[in-house]
């Protein structure tokens, strides 16, 4: 690990400010993906600001009757908390299948929709991959592509977005608050946080530098069956082959996202007027045009199996 210096801050205009007044400053909370990506020295921050202290772990009701959860809300707290459960069981499910108890109960809200692909080549520095190194290549296409994105992936970069509580944060329609070294603020939906990877795949997220996360605000409950399933290699500690998050109601109809298949929670609103119709003919359009390599392929059947299975259940 290089070396860096440290400096803890205790609201979010001197995080901003940190930030702005030191080159290669990073912002660092949990720090349980930071923190390896530095030991390995993908991430080489010359300055970390500690962000874990701002006042920003709360999770409040908002005036249209939805929630605003604090950056710093740790993934612990915000999956057994009682209205999440009781209103967004969507969400829980999705925190719980992440990481390990331990993970959640350092990660925090915004760190997780903020960490970065799981990609064996991103993280072997010995490969080239355009995400970690832009202009090297991406040793993934025509490699081993297994877990790689099946839609949304370009020539530059193949890689998936490993984030469970961000599939299930797409499915309720969730917006990302931030604020900016200007002191102003923003609010941008999850539909839009995630950068494609075009010919920028290092770019990840739509946030500029310096601009820090405040909140994650969920609209008012939709009601209904909310269902997450993941599908890995492991029972615990792995992440996503594929993943559907899926809010169904009674007469049918719902909300669909794929986590494991793109470089972001994959969702198409169009693709959820075939829900009552069945598994099939929502896959056909939620993977419209989708482009697998020969290992990966296996994907589209899975996709269609797993949301089967999830959509038997949810009308029991």
Same mark, same amino acid.
């Given at each position: 690990m290089k070396s860096f210096t440290y400096e803890r801050v205790e609201t979010p205009a001197a995080a901003t400010a940190a930030f702005a007044k030191t080159k290669g400053a990073r912002f660092i909370a949990g720090g349980t993906n930071l923190l390896d990506l530095m030991k390995l020295e993908i991430e080489t921050p010359a300055h970390l600001i500690d962000v874990s202290r701002l006042a920003l772990d709360t999770i409040e009701p908002t005036t249209d009757g939805g929630l605003r959860i604090g @950056?710093?809300?740790r993934n612990t707290d915000?999956?057994? !908390? @009682? =209205?999440? =459960? =009781? !209103?967004y069981g969507l969400l829980s499910r999705a925190l719980v299948a992440g990481a390990s108890g331990q993970l959640r109960n350092k990660a925090t809200t915004a760190g997780n929709l903020l960490q970065r692909t799981r990609c064996p080549y991103?993280? !072997?520095t010995n490969m080239p991959c355009n995400k970690r190194k832009p202009g090297s290549g991406c040793a993934a296409i025509g490699g081993f592509s297994r877990l790689h *994105?099946?839609?949304?992936? %370009? !020539? *530059?970069?193949i890689a998936t977005h490993p984030s469970d509580m961000a599939v299930a944060m797409r499915a309720l329609d969730a917006w990302v608050e931030t604020v900016d070294g200007a002191g102003k603020t923003r609010s941008v939906p999850v539909a839009d946080f995630y950068r494609a990877p075009g010919k920028t795949p290092h770019l990840d997220t739509v946030l500029a530098p310096g601009e820090l996360i405040t909140a994650v605000t969920l609209p008012k409950p939709v009601g209904g069956t909310h269902i997450y399933q993941k599908v890995r290699d492991r029972a615990s500690y792995a992440f996503a082959l594929i993943s559907v998050a899926a809010v169904v109601?009674?007469?049918? %109809?719902? =909300?669909? @996202?794929?986590?494991?298949v793109g470089y972001k929670p994959w969702r198409i609103e169009a693709a959820e007027a075939e829900l009552p119709r069945g598994a099939k003919a929502v896959t056909a359009k939620l993977l419209a045009g989708a482009k697998p390599s020969h290992e990966n392929a296996y994907k589209l059947p899975l996709v269609e199996r797993t949301l089967a299975g999830v959509l038997a259940q949810a009308r029991g």
């Open positions: @950056a710093m809300v915000l999956a057994a !908390d @009682a =209205r999440v =459960r =009781r !209103d991103f993280y !072997d *994105a099946i839609v949304g992936a %370009s !020539d *530059a970069c109601q009674k007469d049918g %109809s719902g =909300r669909v @996202a794929l986590g494991g």
